[in-house]
């Protein structure tokens, strides 16, 4: 039996769409919503807490610090103007993804680590999540930044000329668009997890030390030219999900 996740939504909206579109929340939004989904159905207290109104979810809040950056899911018990209160969040959760060019890992690093002491310094009892997806392709064709760019004027062609071969396996892609292509060394996968596995983590309890109590790495192959999966094969890095995270 293969247990349905978050991240094969991802995949499944990736589908849909077309391709990877790393400029948007989209991936983000799917996994909050997972994560939190999940966590209303298998904790009896907070599915209760969550039925008569006690606690709320929100998406991409804004927050005070760090110029105010938006936190991806926040979980937890609204202010008297039904807004979030971040002296009252139970769970916090932050998503990213190093998929396009793994160049950008260190940004990404940095964005989750101002993240976490956004968090932490709210209410350091809070559960705080990381989710980082992590692209396994040697090359990625890069429709947000220079496919669908040179169609800006001609949206209706890009949309039932070019659209529709994205994800397909349609090879073609890599010679008619090879100035789009974003090329990563075979090495990157594993210094990206690499990088990611030195933010700083949490014993359960130790709410005194500033860090991450769960941190998921999780494996997908995305070019945006074949079809998009969630690699389940087993690596010697590969952190994955299960429905025991995090726990009541």
């Not at 927050?63 to 899911?73: N, Q, S, V, Y």
């Not at 004027?153 to 659209?163: A, D, G, Q, V």
Request: proline residues 6%; positive net charge.
């Amino acid at each position: 039996m293969t247990l349905t996740t978050p991240f094969d939504k991802v995949i499944e909206a990736i589908k849909r769409r077309g391709f990877h579109n790393h400029r948007l929340d989209e991936h983000s939004d799917v996994v909050s919503e997972g994560i939190f989904a999940d966590l209303v159905e298998q904790c009896e207290p907070l599915r209760g807490d969550v039925a008569t109104g006690i606690v709320k979810r929100w998406l991409n809040v804004r927050t005070p610090g760090a110029r105010e950056r938006k936190i991806d899911l926040l979980i937890g018990e609204p202010g008297s103007d039904g807004k979030p209160d971040l002296s009252k969040i139970r769970v916090g959760v932050e998503n990213k993804s190093v998929i396009t060019a793994h160049r950008n890992r260190d940004a990404r690093f940095d964005d989750l680590n101002e993240a976490l002491k956004v968090l932490h310094g709210a209410k350091s009892e809070a559960v705080l999540v990381a989710t980082v997806l992590v692209g396994l392709a040697s090359r990625v064709l890069n429709v947000p930044d220079g496919v669908k760019k040179r169609y800006k004027n001609r949206p209706r062609k890009f949309k039932e000329s070019i659209l529709p071969r994205l994800s397909s396996g349609d090879q073609t892609l890599w010679e008619d668009f090879d100035w789009a292509i974003s090329n990563n060394r075979e090495d990157d996968p594993r210094k990206t997890v690499e990088k990611f596995r030195s933010l700083p983590r949490r014993r359960p309890s130790h709410t005194h030390i500033t860090g991450y109590d769960y941190l998921l790495l999780v494996p997908v192959y995305i070019d945006n030219v074949g079809p998009p999966h969630l690699s389940r094969a087993p690596t010697t890095w590969e952190l994955t999900w299960t429905r025991n995270m995090p726990r009541c």
